[in-house]
């Protein structure tokens, strides 16, 4: 599932390629919003919450997920498109050029007094103007039993972080996964670490894995050979966790296991 720094990354795309311009196509591949037209609007602006994503224009905003396989592209007028055409869910289109969203999992189209809603449940958002560890902090202690692999991951907590921050931070952090919020002994040292590793990889991309994807190759910092294990995640396109599982990274050495 992209992450909160792809999704950030995504709207500076978008906004580049769109803000301030009228829209000369409109194009919704969503039964919901068939017979929406919004050609003749000008964006406003574009901005990304976590991994939530807004189009706005004078009347309405267009709220976008990612969720597992989203993309938005693109495209200067007359370019081919660089993926089919058939995932295609929605189309924006300008005088100089198109974005393209790409199997998004949400497309929802808001009155602009609405948006506010559609992320009111979230916590702090990593990558926005109006950061709050302090609140990060009062959010991740709500449920001091929940391992803190998890609690990483609920975006009600803190919005933007994925299954590789996650991994990326608990590493430098010298905290395994499994390890319950409780006993983590600094959790702002810890939200601080997690803004500082989205805001490297949004502002400075590509952040270069230390320990996520690399099963079995030696630790970054010791030598020892990295693990990966199953621990719960958030449900795909949602931002609450459950009780699937997927591989978290760790080093047993660096990461001592909770006894």
């Known amino acids: 599932m992209p992450e909160g720094d792809v999704v950030f990354l995504a709207a500076g795309r978008l906004r580049a390629a769109l803000a301030g311009e009228t829209l000369t196509r409109s194009d919704f591949r969503v039964p919901r919003y068939a017979t929406v037209d919004l050609r003749g609007q000008v964006v406003d602006s574009v901005a990304s919450y976590g991994k939530h994503l807004f189009v706005r224009t004078e009347t309405v905003s267009i709220h976008t997920h990612l969720k597992m396989e989203g993309s938005w592209r693109v495209f200067h007028c007359g370019q081919r498109w660089t993926k089919p055409r058939v995932p295609a869910r929605l189309g924006r289109g300008t005088a100089e050029g198109e974005a393209v969203g790409f199997d998004l999992g949400l497309v929802e189209v808001l009155r602009r007094a609405d948006e506010p809603a559609a992320i009111a449940h979230l916590g702090p958002d990593l990558l926005g103007p109006e950061w709050d560890p302090a609140e990060a902090v009062a959010r991740l202690a709500r449920e001091p039993e929940l391992p803190i692999g998890l609690a990483l991951l609920d975006q009600r907590n803190l919005a933007g972080i994925g299954n590789i921050y996650r991994s990326e931070v608990c590493f ?44 079995r190759r030696p630790c970054q910092r010791c030598g020892t050979a990295v693990r990966v294990e199953l621990l719960g995640e958030t449900a795909p396109g949602t931002d609450r966790v459950s009780r699937r599982e997927r591989g978290i990274y760790y080093c047993p050495k660096c990461q001592v296991p909770p006894e």
């Open 172 to 215: 430098l952090r010298r905290i395994h996964p499994a390890r319950p919020v409780a006993a983590v002994d600094d959790l702002l040292a810890l939200v601080n670490e997690a803004h500082r590793v989205l805001h490297r990889a949004a502002h400075q991309p590509p952040w270069r894995p230390l320990v996520y994807g690399r099963a």
